[in-house]
């Protein structure tokens, strides 16, 4: 079991998709993340341990290395793209409540603001860490994020931004979480963002790259 | 008798201290200024009150029209294509209202529409038959790039898809090039031209916002993962697409010639605020032969100088941009790392002109107060203005949020300064 574990492993860290996936040149027409996901559940892998023995422990390593700049955005999003074809077959068992998640992260890209691949990073990072993501999309509202909040009022909340326009309605959307609910942790992050920033307008968190935000996720969860 | 704006931009862009600051706002599509700052401007100076032209409408940029280029003291003033980035050309001037309330002029066929949240939908070529290409938010300043990007199956992609925008020059896009040049004649201002055609997978244009019905690669996460999981098929877009180009600046040199002085060759981005988009080995390897070929043409047959855009934390790629061939880096984001501007000029400042690093515009501009962006913009000019090699322009284009105090404040300072 542990070897087809191992592979996984190696697929996501590699980012080899699947098997047709020409990526990377050196791991052609073998069996990516998906086929080995699918193939260590017939074999009787339990779902937890292809999460925890695998997909958490690659995504960790292929975000420690963003975080020391020895691997870049290409290569984050082809290891997501593997990772979330692995977690496409322990999806029923995450909604059977089978195999259990750390906890819940809603994400969104704040007001006016259409950028997302730095928060799509994020989400698939810390998906890969464990927890399940409630992606709203872009140009979110507080009361988008509110109404999800309400939805799983015990989730950790992360706002992303791009742009100086747009930063500003991070200071709108904390307050107004705040005040409905003073006891979620809300972290931030985006290109403009600063832990300066994130001081002034009552974030809890915030973090330059996708590895720290789950970092401070999994001690949330301790 | 004194340098005029033409002398001190050769000197400044050949590495010579020029009599004055070389300044530019709104010369090219990544040094402008937001429509709703050019109206504040214009009432600044005391100027007619009109509709402000939305010369570059993807960035809601507007024109900096000869008044304002005779306020502001700028010395370089740029020429642009017939058509903007979604294909619509630059004719027929209606008045249309900004969501924020503003008067503006859009191209006779700027067509949009409205989305059930209130969000502007622009379409390619104005066509609102087709899917729409672009939307900015009932909240926003600008537009954004919706994503089209077709499913890619097993077939292949085919080349000619990611190409349908790079065609060769037409008869009439000469004769445009033409006249540009024509009413130029007795300006004295440094002329930077953005002929297009020459951007290796800039972000912003790889959707193919002027197209109809795009195909092949034109989702942005499939972008970047195709420079590594498709690295061939992307070199020989980026083979096939400089020899197109190549085979365009020889004809529209041939009407144009040196009356231009600085060519606008690439926005692609390779920095975030931290990293980059790619190893410099990729970059050596998928980018420096397709810009050095570009570049080498226009240094061997024209005295044009090549102008490099890239946000981001690039400090270890300015090595690889000067043996591409750029004469020009823009827009020196002076926050990202290792992008210290005292540093880049100590290491670089000789073989590479700084086009822009004249102010924080993440940080002091937008957040601070006057005086610090004054002190900036006086400390920034000391450092990147010695020995010449620099153009002054803030870090990327000027925001619409940006307090106008603070315009203010850039531009005293300017003002004691030249």
């Not at chain 1, 999309?137 to 992303?160: C, M, N, Q, R, T």
């Not at chain 2, 009932?138 to 349908?164: T, V, W």
């Not at chain 2, 040049?181 to 959707?207: E, F, H, Y």
């Not at chain 2, 880096?329 to 086009?355: C, H, R, T």
């Amino acid at each position: 079991m542990d070897d087809i574990l191992n592979q996984i492993a190696i697929c996501v860290e590699a980012g080899k998709i699947n098997k047709t996936s020409p990526y990377p040149p050196s791991m052609k027409d073998q069996d990516g993340a998906d086929e080995l996901a699918r193939k260590a559940l017939e074999q009787g892998c339990k779902p937890d341990d292809i999460l925890e023995k695998a997909l958490i422990p690659a995504m960790a390593n292929v975000g420690n290395k963003f975080s020391r700049k020895e691997i870049y955005v290409p290569q984050m999003l082809m290891s997501a793209k593997a990772m979330s074809g692995a977690m496409m077959h322990l999806k029923p068992y995450f909604q059977s409540g089978e195999t259990k998640r750390k906890g819940t992260f809603i994400i969104g890209t704040v007001t006016g603001d259409l950028h997302d691949i730095g928060k799509n990073l994020v989400s698939m990072m810390v998906e890969g860490g464990g927890w399940e993501v409630i992606d709203l999309g872009v140009d979110v509202s507080s009361e988008k994020f509110l109404k999800a909040l309400s939805e799983k009022p015990d989730a950790v909340i992360g706002l992303s931004a791009l742009l100086t326009t747009t930063m500003e309605n991070m200071k709108k959307i904390v307050a107004d979480i705040k005040a409905k609910s003073s006891t979620s942790k809300i972290m931030v992050g985006g290109a403009p963002v600063t832990q300066d920033y994130c001081n002034k307008i009552g974030a809890d968190f915030y973090s330059p790259d996708p590895q720290g935000a789950v970092n401070y996720l999994n001690q949330l969860a301790k | 008798m004194g340098s005029n704006s033409k002398m001190n931009f050769l000197k400044t862009v050949n590495h010579e201290q020029p009599d004055r600051l070389v300044v530019d706002f709104g010369s090219t599509g990544v040094t402008g200024i937001h429509v709703l700052i050019i109206e504040k401007l214009r009432d600044y100076y005391g100027l007619e009150k009109r509709p402000v032209k939305v010369t570059e409408p993807y960035q809601m940029l507007g024109e900096v029209d000869n008044e304002l280029i005779r306020e502001m003291d700028i010395d370089v003033i740029g020429l642009f294509g017939a058509k903007n980035m979604f294909g619509i050309p630059n004719e027929n001037w209606e008045q249309h209202k900004t969501l924020w309330g503003q008067e503006v002029l859009f191209p006779g066929d700027f067509n949009y529409t409205f989305n059930n949240n209130g969000d502007i939908l622009i379409y390619p070529e104005g066509d609102i038959s087709v899917a729409p290409c672009g939307i900015m938010p009932k909240s926003g300043y600008f537009f954004d790039a919706l994503e089209r990007q077709q499913p890619i199956d097993g077939s292949g992609l085919r080349l000619e898809d990611n190409l349908e925008e790079f065609g060769l020059v037409s008869e009439s896009e000469l004769n445009y090039w033409k006249k540009q040049v024509d009413s130029l004649r007795d300006n004295d201002k440094a002329v930077m031209a953005s002929l297009g055609g020459t951007a290796l997978g800039d972000i912003a244009l790889v959707p193919g916002l002027n197209l109809k019905n795009p195909k092949g690669i034109r989702g942005v996460a499939e972008w970047y993962m195709s420079t590594l999981a498709r690295e061939d098929f992307i070199r020989e877009i980026f083979e096939r697409q400089t020899d197109i180009a190549v085979e365009n600046l020889r004809k529209i040199f041939r009407v144009i010639g040196n009356r231009i002085d600085a060519a606008f060759i690439c926005g692609t981005d390779f920095g975030t605020q931290t990293s980059t988009f790619c190893s410099p080995e990729t970059y050596a390897s998928l980018w420096l032969p397709y810009y050095k070929k570009v570049n080498d043409w226009i240094h061997r047959n024209t005295t044009w100088k090549t102008f490099k855009h890239s946000c981001g934390a690039v400090e270890q790629f300015i090595p690889l941009f000067i043996e591409s061939g750029f004469d020009i880096i823009n827009p020196v984001q002076i926050n990202a790392s290792g992008m210290e501007p005292q540093s880049l000029k100590n290491k670089y400042g000789d073989k590479i002109v700084f086009w822009g690093g004249g102010v924080d515009t993440q940080g002091a501009f937008a957040f601070g107060k006057p005086q610090e962006v004054k002190d900036q913009v006086k400390r920034q000019c000391e450092i990147l203005n010695k020995n010449g090699g620099f153009v002054f322009n803030t870090v990327h284009n000027i925001q619409a949020n940006v307090p106008f105090k603070n315009v203010v404040a850039m531009l005293e300072a300017l003002k004691e300064i030249k």
